[in-house]
């Protein structure tokens, strides 16, 4: 009988992810409610690529000052990103 061992390893707090392709796209999770001041994010963004965020209300319109364009781009491989 031959036997074998494994053993996998994940990064802290990475068993999910939503994997995006070279071309532009966008994600709007379910809404969430949110306590503090600050947002932060974990991901793995590729070398060229970057995420904006942007907050939106109840009917998905994006709120003042908090839209994407009012974003500075999200860039790197961490797992607790900052977002301003």
Same mark, same amino acid.
């Given at each position: 009988?031959?036997?074998?061992?494994? #053993?996998?390893? #994940?990064?802290?707090?990475?068993?999910?992810?939503?994997?995006?392709? =070279?071309?532009?796209?966008? #994600?709007?999770?379910?809404?969430?409610?949110?306590?503090?001041?600050?947002?932060?994010? =974990?991901?793995?963004?590729?070398?060229?690529?970057?995420?904006?965020?942007?907050?939106?209300?109840?009917?998905?319109?994006?709120?003042?000052? #908090?839209?994407?364009?009012?974003?500075?781009?999200?860039?790197?491989?961490?797992?607790?990103?900052?977002?301003?």
């Amino acid at each position: 009988m031959n036997w074998s061992f494994g #053993l996998a390893t #994940l990064l802290r707090d990475r068993f999910v992810s939503i994997n995006g392709g =070279d071309d532009h796209g966008t #994600l709007t999770t379910r809404p969430l409610n949110l306590s503090g001041a600050r947002l932060h994010i =974990d991901a793995d963004i590729s070398k060229n690529g970057e995420i904006m965020v942007a907050m939106l209300d109840r009917d998905g319109e994006p709120i003042a000052g #908090l839209d994407n364009s009012d974003c500075k781009p999200v860039k790197g491989n961490h797992i607790n990103m900052p977002v301003s």
